[in-house]
């Protein structure tokens, strides 16, 4: 395995008196595509959403145990530092009510980038990045709300990536697109993973034998199994993982 870029150690979360997430222990890999799948309810989100303390919001949110990002306890960090490093795209396409350019240089000037070339250069690169700056390069004056749905998701990477950060969380990115926007985002996720650690919430088990190097199986809020997404699929250790990839239950 890679060298980690997460090392989770013993990590439960609970809701007030709802246990989500129990015990989970787990080494997360840099520079490979990490798929996280289960049933509906098992923790997927819950557990995308600590390595970024979006969590934090909820009130009745409770978390023991270990999350360190490269060495470093995440629960101590400055959780606007934190998310520099570790972006989001959610399962809903949500572009700012601003122009595309203003949409990538969000994440730099809240950093302190005012230089306006240095912003016109990681527009292009982060839009490039991407693959949706060929689309919009004549129009980031235009509000980003008239892009397509597959354009708006390719945007909000591209914010995610304007700040450059080590890693990219994934909540089932594709889930309210069609199938050929569905498919760049796939083959842009493929790309991205030479230069970024990518973990993606999927509940399209084939999605994420299509684009994962790993395979985190949760049941119940438990970590069943986390593997190569080769052995996962070819030899499983746990029936269960078996029976989930059988489609016994989803």
Not at 69 to 91: A, S, T, W
Not at 187 to 198: A, D, G, N, Q, R
């Amino acid at each position: 395995m890679q060298d980690p870029v997460f090392v989770v150690d013993n990590l439960s979360v609970s809701y007030g008196s709802k246990f989500a997430l129990k015990n989970v222990t787990c080494a997360i890999p840099g520079k490979k595509v990490t798929a996280v799948v289960g049933p509906s309810g098992c923790g997927k989100s819950t557990f995308l959403r600590v390595l970024n303390r979006m969590n934090d919001l909820i009130p009745s949110y409770k978390h023991c145990g270990s999350v360190k990002l490269l060495g470093k306890e995440i629960l101590n960090m400055d959780p606007v530092i934190l998310r520099k490093q570790v972006g989001m795209v959610f399962q809903k396409p949500n572009p700012f009510p601003k122009t595309i350019q203003e949409n990538v240089t969000y994440g730099p000037k809240v950093h302190g980038i005012r230089n306006r070339q240095m912003l016109k250069d990681i527009t292009e690169k982060s839009l490039k990045q991407a693959a949706l700056w060929d689309e919009v390069k004549d129009e980031l004056k235009k509000n980003a709300l008239n892009l397509s749905g597959g354009q708006q998701q390719r945007l909000c990477i591209a914010r995610a990536l304007s700040v450059e950060p080590e890693v990219l969380l994934l909540d089932e990115p594709t889930s309210a697109l069609d199938p050929n926007a569905t498919q760049k985002i796939e083959m842009l996720i493929e790309e991205l993973s030479e230069k970024y650690t990518i973990i993606i919430v999927t509940h399209n088990l084939q999605q994420a034998l299509r684009i994962s190097d790993y395979i985190m199986f949760f049941y119940v809020g438990e970590l069943v199994e986390f593997d190569t997404t080769e052995k996962i699929t070819t030899n499983p250790s746990d029936p269960r993982t078996s029976d989930y990839l059988r489609g016994i239950f989803s």
